[in-house]
């Protein structure tokens, strides 16, 4: 409802963070251990997206923290950065999916106004979106990641690099197509980096 949606816009972090806690919109608050807000510097001029938790994830209440956030982590530490510093990370839905399904459209369409917030709070200077279930569920789109990645898009007048999800690459068997994929996502890391040379003020 559009009231939820102005109450949940005009909430401060503290506020926000409590909100998620407490949030009861869709179905997946009856499944989680732990809502995963996001993590990172308030101050972000990086924001990574992702669809949602997993199981470690939902355990900790954190994103990123199993095998797929470590290997974020090591992409972060190639770049000479980390995730407390100057990126924020989040995921389009708080609450973990069972058996680490895809987020359902209701389930999106609930949590958005959090992302939506955090956004607007951040004011970051690029979105990365990990995966086409993130950049898809975003945009109201049906991109696949294959196609799309390489272009530069925009949310809300931000720019947005699409990107494959760390877990894609740890899915593959093959060491040529791992080697493959981790240099397209570095492609697509110095294309964020092009786009701010300089730091915010």
Known sequence: PAARRERIAALDWEAFEADVAACTAC????????????????????????????????????????????????????????????????????????????????????????????????????????????????LGTSHSMGRIRGQLLSFNGIPLVPTYHPAFILHKKDKEEISKAKWEVWEDMQKVLALIPGKRP
Do not use: H, T
């Not at 510093?85 to 106004?113: G, T």
């Open 27 to 138: 179905g997946l608050c009856r499944s989680r251990n732990r809502v995963v807000p996001g993590v990172g510097d308030r101050r972000a001029e990086w924001l990574f997206v992702g669809e949602g938790p997993g199981a470690e994830e939902d355990a900790k209440g954190e994103p990123f923290v199993g095998q797929a956030g470590k290997l974020l982590d090591s992409m972060l530490a190639a770049l000479g950065m980390r995730r407390d510093a100057n990126v924020y990370i989040a995921n389009v839905v708080k609450c973990r999916p069972p058996n680490n399904r895809e987020p359902m459209k209701d389930e999106v369409d609930a949590c958005l106004p959090y992302l939506l917030r955090q956004l607007a709070a951040l004011r970051p200077r690029v979105i990365v979106c990990l995966g086409k279930v993130a950049l898809n569920n975003l």
